[in-house]
């Protein structure tokens, strides 16, 4: 089973800009898809533990970055990832935001800038990097992959308004999916998911304020919106918010969905 995450994605951009992105495209003919709009905080940490545990937020407790001045680490966090519950399973993960920096598991990275840059260099040099560190990790053909790009969030706080810049990013987003799905049969019974925690407005249309709208690294453009992509092939378990993948991830591996913690 394949789950690629890209942080921040949303139909907004995708879907009128089908004919500029291929990959996008083959995904929504070839694949099912649909809006996650999700109940709770469209933060990110809170979010992709959700994703990636089966909890909801009031479950696991984890709801931001920073806590008390503090970044939080995995031990802070009130609850078990599929791949800690999936000891059987050939498990390989790269970059879940839950925690800064990401968490990676039985492979190791470690994202430019902390994982929270907002230069447009560096960031385009983690993606590159992601990539081929993710394909490396495909090579070894895990039972189990995950990875998250997280760069698109950064871009779309600080350049939301720009949409040439930010359909640029949404390209680089797509090159990402046409250099991962080389490792993914779409005539096979592999299941996959492709997906983002939340979608993107402008600063303020949001349902709530995940940052200040003024920051050390400059003023934000956009926010985080409640709506987020949902693509998927060959998955038997209807997923309808975030704690939804989890448990079709445990689902598809064989395990008991109905007490998770």
């Known amino acids: 089973m394949k789950v690629i ?48 545990t089966g909890l909801r937020q009031e479950e696991h407790g984890h709801m931001d970055f920073v806590v008390d001045d503090e970044l939080q680490k995995r031990e802070d966090i009130d609850g078990t990832f599929v791949w800690e519950k999936m000891e059987d399973v050939d498990s390989k993960v790269l970059q879940v935001p839950s925690v800064i920096p990401p968490i990676n598991y039985n492979s190791e990275y470690e994202a430019e800038g902390f994982g929270v840059s907002s230069d447009l260099d560096e960031l385009e040099a983690d993606r590159k990097k992601l990539i081929e560190k993710s394909k490396e990790v495909l090579e070894e053909d895990p039972e189990f992959f995950a ?15 720009d949409k040439d810049l930010i359909l640029e990013w949404y390209k680089k987003m797509d090159e990402v999916l046409g250099e991962l799905l080389e490792y993914y049969d779409f005539d096979g019974d592999e299941p996959l998911i492709v997906l983002s925690d939340h979608g993107f407005a402008e600063f303020g249309e949001g349902r709530v304020q995940t940052l200040p709208e003024e920051t050390p690294h400059g003023t934000l453009e956009g926010d985080h919106h409640v709506d987020a992509v949902m693509i998927t092939k060959n998955v038997d378990f209807e997923i309808d918010q975030p704690e939804d993948v989890a448990k079709a991830i445990l689902h598809h591996y064989g395990y008991d969905v109905g007490e998770l913690s």
């Open 5 to 52: 995450g890209i942080d921040a994605a949303t139909w907004d951009m995708i879907k009128p800009h089908r004919d500029e992105l291929p990959n996008f495209d083959r995904l929504m003919e070839e694949c099912d898809h649909k809006t996650v709009t999700v109940e709770e905080t469209p933060k990110s940490a809170p979010l992709w533990t959700s994703i990636f």
């Open 147 to 161: 990875v998250v790009f997280m760069q698109l969030d950064r871009v779309s706080h600080f350049y939301w308004n």
